[in-house]
């Protein structure tokens, strides 16, 4: 028998994927300008007031097979995700606002649509949080939980989810952090493993800060988890090894707006050129809650590590010497209250070309950080629910696209590059599908 001819379909195994029956639990610790954004956001989107603008998961479509053949299905119809009328907002605060209250007081949204959506805004009433004023120095608040130790505390979210998810008739929960951002911690020795992790959390050591705590709850019940600041919380060998023990998707950290998202957007284009880079001035004026978390030099540290790295991964200065070795990179954020979620960021890029010419770059962006958040936010929670109900368990590398410091394994680099995300992200949908996964080689075109 003649052999058979090798197609270009080659379909890879179709994943399992359990349908999003039921509703979905979003759990958002901190209920600030971001979650107050995106669940108002959602709420307009769901009464027809507005469009998903942003959203990947929404809006954006995804080619199959040949640019021939015309399939171009949008995401949502493509992965079965979880409709914006099954989800069901929870969230924790050490304000104990609403979320219509808390979205006022953010100032992202104007008054006049935040009245059109009072009712389920309103409804919406912050958990008391677990919170140390140790790991966020500007802030203090009354909604908090008391407990003599950091596991009774854990113990206390574990069963107030537990009664949340009952309540709430939900079928899967997902967790999110987009509270405020901690001190900068390193890994510890007793974020090694589950046992000293655990150990410490009852001797109340301070290498345990409340976003571990959180994580921790959300992975001992049964829940994935995703980390919008760049604390470092999941990013330590015992809970990750909680999340693959349980078979839980996580991802973080730090949300992928503002300045960071047009330097993933920039930095790529030069190196595309090879164009060298002499160095980045970045300075921002922010005037929300954030900005004045951020103005405290330790939660700055947290942050500042997490836009410094990107460049540098990007630009390869070890592969591209002449290029991209010691580029100065300086980011400065300062508190300045005028502005409030309206920040504007200036970026001056010193760059240089053909025979070592050198040219410049300015880039004055007046963005608005709720707004560019709150769609990461509405796409990690279904991506989220999507992984867990693909079987997908620990670190979701192809969740990078919206992340300033994504989680990758131990040892390896972190890819920074939007492009390389987009396409990851693309192809991990493709994969899950059974799909051709899209390479751009296109020599069939020629044959
Ligand atoms: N807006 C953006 O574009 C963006 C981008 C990347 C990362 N982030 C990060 O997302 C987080 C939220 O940003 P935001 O603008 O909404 O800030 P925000 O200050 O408006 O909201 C954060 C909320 O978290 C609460 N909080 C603090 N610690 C808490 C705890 N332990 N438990 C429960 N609640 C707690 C605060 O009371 C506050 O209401 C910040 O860490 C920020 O750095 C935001």
């Not at 979003?26 to 959602?42: D, K, M, N, P």
């Not at 021939?68 to 929870?90: E, H, I």
């Not at 070890?318 to 979620?341: A, Q």
């Not at 620990?394 to 919206?402: A, D, I, M, N, R």
Request: aromatic share 8%.
């Amino acid at each position: 028998m003649p052999a058979a001819k090798p197609t270009t379909r080659t379909l890879t195994k179709q994943t399992e994927i359990i349908p999003p029956k039921g509703k979905l639990g979003v759990l958002l610790v901190g209920l600030g300008a971001v979650s107050t954004t995106f669940i108002a956001g959602v709420a307009a989107i769901k009464k027809g007031f507005a469009e998903p603008i942003g959203s990947l998961t929404q809006m954006g479509t995804i080619r199959l097979g040949k640019r021939t053949d015309n399939r171009v299905p949008l995401v949502k119809d493509f992965v079965p995700l979880a409709q914006l009328s099954d989800l069901v907002f929870g969230a924790w605060d050490i304000f104990p606002d609403s979320a219509y209250e808390a979205a006022l007081n953010a100032g992202v949204l104007e008054k006049e649509l935040l009245a059109r959506l009072k009712g389920p805004l309103q409804k919406i009433r912050p958990m008391r949080a677990v919170f140390d004023q140790n790991y966020v120095k500007r802030l203090s608040g009354t909604n908090v939980k008391t407990g003599k130790n950091k596991f009774v505390l854990a113990h206390q979210l574990i069963e107030e989810i537990a009664e949340w998810k009952q309540r709430n008739k939900c079928s899967r929960v997902v967790m999110i952090w987009a509270a405020s951002t901690e001190i900068f911690l390193k890994v510890h020795p007793v974020h090694k493993t589950l046992e000293s992790f655990e150990k410490a959390m009852r001797e109340n050591h301070k290498a345990i800060a409340p976003s571990m705590i959180y994580a921790y709850a959300a992975l001992k019940s049964g829940i994935p988890f995703a980390n919008g600041a760049p604390n470092l919380t999941v990013d330590i060998p015992a809970l990750r090894t909680l999340a693959d023990k349980n078979k839980l998707a996580i991802c973080g950290k730090d949300f992928k707006t503002g300045q960071t998202l047009m330097k993933t957007i920039i930095a790529p284009g030069l190196k595309a050129r090879m164009l060298g880079l002499h160095g980045c001035y970045s300075t921002n004026i922010l005037g929300n809650r954030d900005g004045e978390v951020l103005d405290d030099p330790e939660s700055f540290k947290t942050k500042e590590e997490s836009k410094l790295s990107v460049l540098e991964y990007i630009l390869q200065p070890e592969v591209y010497p002449s290029l991209y070795k010691d580029f100065s990179h300086v980011v400065r954020i300062n508190y300045y209250p005028p502005r409030g979620d309206n920040k504007e960021g200036w970026d001056n890029i010193d760059i240089f070309g053909w025979l070592g010419y050198p040219m410049q770059i300015k880039i004055d962006f007046l963005c608005r950080d709720s707004i560019l958040a709150a769609p990461i936010v509405l796409d990690l929670a279904l991506f989220l629910d999507l992984a867990q109900r693909a079987g997908m368990k620990g670190v979701q590398e192809w969740l990078s696209f919206y992340f300033k410091s994504p989680q990758t394994a131990p040892g390896l680099y972190p890819e920074h590059d939007i492009f390389i995300q987009l396409m990851k992200l693309k192809n991990t949908l493709r994969h899950l599908r059974g799909e051709d996964l899209i390479t751009h080689l296109g020599l069939e075109y020629y044959d």
